[in-house]
Each structure stands twice: as C-alpha cells, then as structure tokens.
C-alpha cells in the first residue's frame, strides 16, 4: 500500500514548470514519496512528470491521465518511454477515456466505439514496452513503424487506465497494470472496481491489478469554506452521466459528498477506509483548496501515512 498526492500549477505561477518543480521538492520534504499530474489543454503532463522526476528523485511520478482521444499510441509510448528512462524507472503512465465534450468538439475526431479504441490503444503501447516495436493493423488504429520503437534505458512502463465502467474495466484487467478511478468511493471500489478488473486479470493471466484511488482530501480547520470550494470544483462530474454512475455506486449523489475535509484524525481514517476497501494506492487530490499552509498540513499528513504503512 502507497500513498500520493497530485499536484498542480498554482494560479498565477509565473512559469509553471518551476513552481510544480517547486512544490513537488516541498512535497518531498513533507515526505510524501509518489506524485502524479493531471493533463489539461495547457501543460503536457508526461513531459512535466519527466521533469519533477529528474529534478526531485525522492518521488516517483505519474501522469493521472492523458485522454487517449486526439494521440497516437505510438506518440504516447515514446513520451513515456523516455520519462522512465529519465526518471530511472519511477514513472507511471496513466491513461484515460476522456470526456465526450474534449474530445470530438475539441480534436474533431469520433468520440464512437470508445472501448474498442481503448482496447487497440492499449494492445499498442503494451507491444511497444514489452517488444520494442508493433505490427498491429486494427479497426480504428494501425501501428507499423517501420524502425525500433524502444528508448534505450527505459524499463517497461506501467499502465493504468481511469477504468469504471464493466467494459472498460475488463480491458483494463486484460490489458494494463490496474485502474486509477477519479471520485469512486469504497463501497464502489469494494462492490464494483476490485472484484471486476481483477476477475478480468485473473482470466488473462495477469497479475493483480493495480487499484489507485484518486480522493479529493484536506486537511484544514476551515472545513465549510473549503467544503464549498470543494464543491465549486467538483460540479462538473456531476453532469458526466460515468462519473455520475460511479458516484451513485459509492453510495453519493454529487462528487463533492466523496470528498474528506476536516483534521488530520478525520482524513487518516477515510484514507484507510479506501485501503480497506481493496485500494494499493490512494492518491490525495485537490489539496490546494484553502491556500499554501493547509496544503502543506495535508502533505505532511500523507508523508506519515507513508511511513506507517511504508
């Protein structure tokens, strides 16, 4: 069982690339040991996850996730051979879905057949890491490239996917390393996650998967404040019909109802409720909600959980 957290560019960095750099070496003095970077229409998170881990060699890092809808599996597998060549093997490539409205107004590519695209998307990067090349002619993607595909010094990546569905947690299971679920609570991860991706692992001869949970977590004194910012940035899953599944399954009926807010006693135990839960990893989300020094309580939080379960 590991313990992480996510980090972001602060509003109003003057270089983002510099202030994440920053708080990940903040985050490492806290003691906190995994960090991961969420992709937006801005910054390339598996180039800034590359940089953190060259410059901040205490943490392991992973992207948390890049849409596969708009990118190459080819593409994608060089970003992320490289980052684990340049991080000596502490990367952690996370892929996802993706919304329906970034991905075919915003890419102007068909957001149809979404599994199957997952499926070949997965099967390529897979023969990338394992192989050094791919030959796979499919339905939606082709891969053929026509020299080596493998970046030496980079050992095979692990793959996990923000799987909640049945189908695409049963190519998930067949296919990558576990899933890495946004706003699913115990009771989901307990009833639904675990037992399905692992079953699909088991029937592909995989190993057990990897299950990390994202949890928007804080640990502050000015809980309603920063359960109503909570609240304000977790509005938009509740308008995605999988994350509003996901929550109904967790027993939820808005996103923000899975987020823990309060002391450190109050976090560390809904933390080991996921663990409990069949969780491997629980990545501590949305932690800058009520400024710099209640992030910081929260980090140090994390780095003693660390260390208790560690």
Same mark, same amino acid.
């Given at each position: 069982m590991t313990l992480g957290i996510a980090i972001a560019p602060a509003a109003g960095a003057v270089n983002a690339v510099d202030d994440v750099v920053g708080q990940a070496r903040r985050a490492a003095a806290a003691g906190v040991r995994s960090a991961w970077f969420g992709q937006l229409f801005s910054y390339d998170s598996i180039t800034l996850a590359t940089v953190v881990g060259r410059e901040v060699p205490e943490i392991s890092v992973g992207v948390s996730v890049v849409?596969? &809808?708009? +990118?190459h599996p080819l593409l994608v597998a060089s970003q992320a051979q490289t980052a684990q060549a340049a991080t =000596?093997? +502490?990367?952690?490539?996370?892929?996802?879905? =993706?919304?329906?409205?970034f991905a075919e107004p915003v890419y102007g590519v068909p957001n149809d057949r979404r599994i199957t695209r997952l499926r070949e998307f997965l099967t390529v990067v897979r023969s990338v890491f394992e192989t050094g090349t791919a030959s796979f002619d499919g339905e939606l993607i082709t891969a053929k490239p026509p020299m080596t595909a493998k970046v030496a010094g980079a050992a095979p990546v692990p793959v996990v996917v923000a799987a909640m569905g049945p189908q695409a947690l049963r *190519?998930? =299971?067949? !296919?990558?390393?576990? %899933?890495? /679920?946004? !706003?699913? =609570? /115990?009771? &989901?991860?307990?009833?639904h996650i675990v037992p399905s991706i692992s079953a699909a692992a088991e029937a592909a001869g995989r190993p057990a998967p990897k299950i990390i949970a994202a949890l928007p977590a804080l640990v502050t004194s000015a809980?309603? %404040? &920063? #359960? @109503? #910012? *909570?609240?304000? @940035?977790?509005?938009?899953?509740?308008?995605i019909p999988s994350y509003q599944r996901?929550?109904?399954?967790?027993?939820a009926s808005k996103a923000a109802e899975l987020a823990v807010v309060g002391d450190e006693e109050t976090v560390a135990a809904e933390i080991r409720r996921y663990f409990d839960a069949g969780a491997t990893e629980v990545v501590v989300t949305q932690s800058d909600l009520a400024g710099t020094a209640d992030q910081l309580r929260t980090w140090r939080l994390v780095g003693e959980l660390t260390r208790s379960v560690g």
């Open positions: 849409p596969i &809808a708009g +990118r =000596g093997g +502490r990367f952690t490539l996370g892929l996802g879905l =993706g919304a329906p409205a *190519v998930t =299971g067949e !296919l990558a390393d576990g %899933t890495m /679920p946004l !706003l699913a =609570g /115990p009771k &989901a991860l307990a009833n809980v309603e %404040t &920063a #359960r @109503q #910012r *909570v609240a304000e @940035q977790t509005a938009f899953y509740d308008g996901i929550i109904e399954l967790s027993g």
